[in-house]
């Protein structure tokens, strides 16, 4: 398919998502999101071969969020192995992504990586790994993307801290049960930086691209086997778009995850990955128009695992 190709069908998924009668509303929990342009909409597409497509405010940076812990995952299986799993599950919660109700009963285990929950557990295991578990995130959303520029929103990482108690409620129950292997203090101070990361369509779309080459990065070395980049991508598929993965698997079918900045970045195996953003959320923390884009993107493509 040809440049023209990808440009017509940004523009042609993105002009259906706008005639949704619904918009939703930025994240207003975390004041610093609040202030996002209600009107911002981007779309990118990242092929295999790392050519890169966009409309729209694609090369606008943004929060993005629990995007994120799609990074924090994958540099933790490529350092520590499946031990990881000792300590976070694999299923959907079909609760809130910042619900405290399932740890006690399944004490302090959390349900997946991509919960608040299951990500701190991420965050912590790869902070005892690097020493460093944002700038780990950090450099390799610059090297996958090729923009140094990619980097942590202080103000916001400040703002989520503030507002934070539910998360910090968490990671002390998890540190009750054992489950986490450093302060509690420094795992939310990470966890918090590598949320408030800024990049753009463009940059989230080429960083993805490790999922879509089966594992391998953009200089050809491999961070994760291709057995491990398919199962990052089916937990993807089950539970990365919080409690409406399965509305986001029957309306897309595709591989995803979201963050309450917007962004949606969608993996097409073996062809590329798609990054979509727009602030507006619905009841669950996803984004409107960018799960409306990705909606008609595959269905006028055929684009989907199914």
């Given at each position: 398919?040809?440049?023209?190709?990808?440009?017509?069908?940004?523009?042609?998924?993105?002009?259906?998502?706008?005639?949704?009668?619904?918009?939703?509303?930025?994240?207003?929990?975390?004041?610093?999101?609040?202030?996002?342009?209600?009107?911002?909409?981007?779309?990118?597409?990242?092929?295999?071969?790392?050519?890169?497509?966009?409309?729209?405010?694609?090369?606008?940076?943004?929060?993005?969020?629990?995007?994120?812990?799609?990074?924090?995952?994958?540099?933790?299986?490529?350092?520590?192995?499946?031990?990881?799993?000792?300590?976070?599950?694999?299923?959907?919660?079909?609760?809130?992504?910042?619900?405290?109700?399932?740890?006690?009963?399944?004490?302090?285990?959390?349900?997946?990586?991509?919960?608040?929950?299951?990500?701190?557990?991420?965050?912590?295991?790869?902070?005892?790994l690097t020493g460093d578990a944002v700038g780990a995130v950090r450099e390799?959303?610059?090297?996958?993307?090729?923009?140094?520029?990619?980097?942590?929103?202080?103000?916001?990482?400040?703002?989520?801290?503030?507002?934070?108690?539910?998360?910090?409620?968490?990671?002390?129950?998890?540190?009750?049960?054992?489950?986490?292997?450093?302060?509690?203090?420094?795992?939310?101070?990470?966890?918090?930086?590598?949320?408030?990361?800024?990049?753009?369509?463009r940059d989230l779309a080429l960083a993805g691209l490790f999922l879509a080459?089966?594992?391998?990065?953009?200089?050809?070395?491999?961070?994760?086997?291709?057995?491990?980049?398919?199962?990052?991508?089916?937990?993807?598929?089950?539970?990365?778009?919080?409690?409406?993965?399965?509305?986001?698997?029957?309306?897309?079918?595709?591989?995803?995850?979201?963050?309450?900045?917007?962004?949606?970045?969608?993996?097409?195996?073996?062809?590329?990955?798609?990054?979509?953003?727009?602030?507006?959320?619905?009841?669950?923390?996803?984004?409107?128009?960018?799960?409306?884009?990705?909606?008609?993107?595959?269905?006028?493509?055929?684009?989907?695992?199914?």
């Amino acid at each position: 398919m040809n440049d023209t190709d990808y440009q017509t069908l940004l523009e042609q998924a993105m002009e259906a998502a706008r005639r949704a009668p619904e918009r939703g509303r930025a994240a207003d929990y975390i004041p610093a999101l609040a202030q996002a342009n209600p009107t911002a909409f981007g779309m990118a597409i990242a092929t295999v071969d790392g050519a890169v497509f966009g409309a729209g405010d694609w090369e606008h940076p943004f929060s993005i969020q629990s995007v994120s812990k799609l990074f924090t995952l994958a540099l933790a299986l490529a350092d520590g192995g499946d031990e990881l799993w000792r300590g976070v599950g694999r299923e959907p919660s079909g609760n809130p992504f910042n619900s405290l109700v399932q740890l006690e009963t399944e004490n302090g285990i959390p349900r997946n990586p991509f919960i608040n929950a299951g990500a701190l557990v991420v965050t912590d295991r790869l902070l005892k790994l690097t020493g460093d578990a944002v700038g780990a995130v950090r450099e390799f959303l610059r090297a996958e993307s090729g923009n140094p520029a990619v980097a942590v929103d202080d103000s916001v990482a400040s703002s989520e801290a503030r507002h934070g108690h539910r998360n910090a409620a968490m990671a002390h129950f998890m540190a009750s049960y054992g489950n986490l292997r450093n302060p509690v203090d420094s795992v939310l101070a990470h966890y918090y930086a590598h949320c408030a990361i800024e990049a753009s369509c463009r940059d989230l779309a080429l960083a993805g691209l490790f999922l879509a080459r089966h594992g391998t990065r953009a200089d050809g070395s491999r961070l994760l086997s291709r057995s491990e980049a398919k199962r990052i991508n089916a937990v993807l598929l089950t539970c990365g778009t919080y409690d409406a993965a399965g509305e986001f698997a029957y309306r897309v079918g595709l591989p995803g995850k979201s963050g309450v900045g917007g962004g949606v970045l969608a993996v097409l195996p073996g062809r590329g990955t798609v990054c979509v953003w727009s602030p507006g959320l619905d009841a669950a923390g996803n984004s409107v128009l960018g799960v409306a884009a990705l909606d008609a993107l595959t269905t006028a493509t055929g684009w989907s695992v199914f």
